[in-house]
C-alpha cells in the first residue's frame, strides 16, 4: 500500500504540470487585458504598456508558461497578485479554512443523509416512502446550487428569519451553505446506495443470512451495507471533488470569504496568478481525495488488494 500511495503521489507532478498548461493556455487565449485591468480604466496607454511590461505579459506564451512553471518547481511560489501584489500562496491559506469547512460540513450531511435514505428506500423497495424519497432524489438532482441556495434565504432568512443569510462566522451561519452545496450530493449518494444495496439485498448470502435468524439490523448494516459501500465510496469521492466547484457559486451566494469568491474576484478583474493559483490548488485536493478513496477501498473490502504494476 505505502509503494502505490508514493506511485500515486509521483503521477500527481505530471498530472498537475498538465493543469497549469491548460489553465495558463485558457488564460492566455482568453479575451481582456490584465494590465487594463490594473491601471484602471483612465490610465493611459503608457501607464498601461508599463504595466505590461513590468508583469511580463508582453513575453511569448512559452517563456510566460516557463517562468510560472519555474517559480511553482523551484520555489513552490504560486505567483504575486495583480490587484492586492500580495503571495498567492498566502491568500489562497487564509481563504481555504472557510472553503475546507464549507465543502467538509456539505459532505458530511451529504453522506448522512444520502446513505441513509438510500437504505431507507432499498429496504422499502416499491414502497409509498421510496417513491418520496426517489422523488425527492430527483427534486434535489435538478436543482442548481445557487438555485437551492437563493430559496433557502428566501425561505429561513427572508421569510421566516430563523437563519442569518450570509456570512460564516457561527454555526448559524453555516447550516444554510451546507445544506445549499450538500443537497445535490446528498441526492447522488442516495440513488447510488439505493442501486447498490438493491442489488446485494438480492445475492444468496442475505437470504442465507435471514434463514439462520439474524436479525435485519446485523444483515442490513453488517452484510448488505459494508458490501455496497465500494460504488458508494466512488460516488462520494467523486461528490467530494464536486463540492470543491460548487463551493465557488455558494461562497458567492452567501457572502462567504473562501477561495470560490476570492476566484471569483479574481476573474472579475483578470488577477490570472490567483486564478491559477486557485485551480491549481483545487487539482491538488481532488488527487488527494482520489487516493483516500482508494485508500478506503481496502478497509472496507480487505478481497481488494492494490496490484503492483
Do not use: C
Request: proline share 4%.
Amino acid at each position: 500500500m505505502f509503494k502505490y500511495i508514493s506511485k500515486r503521489i509521483l503521477i500527481l507532478i505530471p498530472t498537475l504540470i498538465g493543469v497549469s498548461f491548460i489553465v495558463f493556455s485558457l488564460l492566455y487565449l482568453s479575451p481582456g487585458d490584465a494590465a487594463q485591468a490594473v491601471a484602471g480604466p483612465e490610465a493611459s496607454k503608457a501607464a498601461i504598456e508599463a504595466i505590461r511590461q513590468n508583469l511580463g505579459l508582453n513575453d511569448p506564451f512559452l517563456i510566460q508558461y516557463g517562468r510560472y512553471l519555474k517559480d511553482i518547481v523551484l520555489h513552490f511560489d504560486l505567483g504575486t497578485s495583480y490587484q492586492t501584489g500580495r503571495s498567492v500562496s498566502i491568500s489562497l491559506l487564509q481563504a481555504f479554512p472557510n472553503t475546507l469547512k464549507l465543502a467538509g460540513g456539505s459532505l458530511i450531511i451529504a453522506i448522512i443523509f444520502g446513505i441513509f435514505f438510500g437504505v431507507i428506500a432499498a429496504i422499502k423497495k416499491n414502497t409509498f416512502i421510496d417513491s418520496i424519497i426517489t422523488t425527492v432524489g430527483m427534486v434535489g438532482l435538478a436543482m442548481p446550487i445557487f438555485w437551492t441556495g437563493l430559496l433557502l434565504i428566501i425561505l429561513f432568512s427572508t421569510k421566516l428569519k430563523v437563519l442569518p443569510a450570509s456570512g460564516f462566522s457561527s454555526f448559524k451561519h453555516m447550516i444554510l451553505p451546507w445544506i445549499a452545496l450538500g443537497f445535490q450530493s446528498s441526492a447522488v449518494i442516495m440513488r447510488m446506495t439505493r442501486s447498490a444495496m438493491l442489488d446485494v439485498l438480492d445475492k444468496d448470502y442475505i437470504r442465507t443470512a435471514y434463514s439462520k435468524g439474524l436479525s435485519e439490523k446485523v444483515i442490513i448494516l453488517i452484510h448488505a451495507l459494508k458490501n455496497a459501500m465500494i460504488p458508494v465510496i466512488t460516488t462520494i469521492g467523486l461528490q467530494a471533488g464536486g463540492l470543491l466547484g460548487g463551493s465557488i457559486l455558494t461562497e458567492t451566494i452567501f457572502s462567504i470569504p473562501g477561495i470560490g469568491r476570492l476566484m471569483v474576484e479574481s476573474i472579475k478583474t483578470r488577477d490570472y496568478p490567483m486564478i491559477l493559483g486557485g485551480i491549481m490548488l483545487i487539482a491538488i485536493m481532488y488527487s488527494i481525495i482520489s487516493i483516500i478513496v482508494d485508500i478506503m477501498y481496502g478497509i472496507v473490502n480487505p478481497r481488494i488488494k492494490v496490484t503492483k504494476e
